[in-house]
Nanobody, 124 residues
Framework: QVRLVESGGGLVQAGGSLRLSCAAS????????MGWFRQAPGKERDFVAT????????YYADSVKGRFTISRDNSKNTVYLQMNSLKPEDTAVYFC?????????????????WGPGTQVTVSL
């Protein structure tokens, strides 16, 4: 059974940076696409970024492109989300997720394993 646990969230001022980590335990990590999604209060869960198993292909939501960077270390079973130039509208619970296979999908429905989430709050 795969388990994902996010860390690194917190409170930061606008323009600041945070680095989220997602540690995976259980079955093989390296062959699956990993993604980050976020959900603000009263809103749907939105795609943020995804990275395929080799780490060579990454995809970003337009709203974070140029500010966020997703990466992974398969030797550590960990995926990261470096968030720079944070804005108040980035405030949300951020979730790490594992896809069922190696895919470029940005749809939450294609990700079957989820972490509990970590809160990111960006103040003015």
């Amino acid at each position: 059974q795969v388990r994902l646990v996010e860390s690194g969230g917190g409170l930061v001022q606008a323009g600041g940076s945070l680095r989220l980590s997602c540690a995976a335990s259980g079955r093989t990590f390296s062959i699956y696409t990993m993604g980050w999604f976020r959900q603000a209060p009263g809103k749907e869960r939105d795609f943020v970024a995804t990275i395929r198993w080799s780490g060579s292909s990454t995809y970003y939501a337009d709203s974070v492109k140029g500010r966020f960077t997703i990466s992974r270390d398969n030797s550590k079973n960990t995926v990261y989300l470096q968030m720079n130039s944070l804005k108040p509208e980035d405030t949300a619970v951020y979730f790490c997720a594992r896809a069922a296979y190696d895919t470029s999908s940005t749809r939450a429905a294609d990700y079957g394993v989820w972490g509990p989430g970590t809160q990111v709050t960006v103040s003015l």
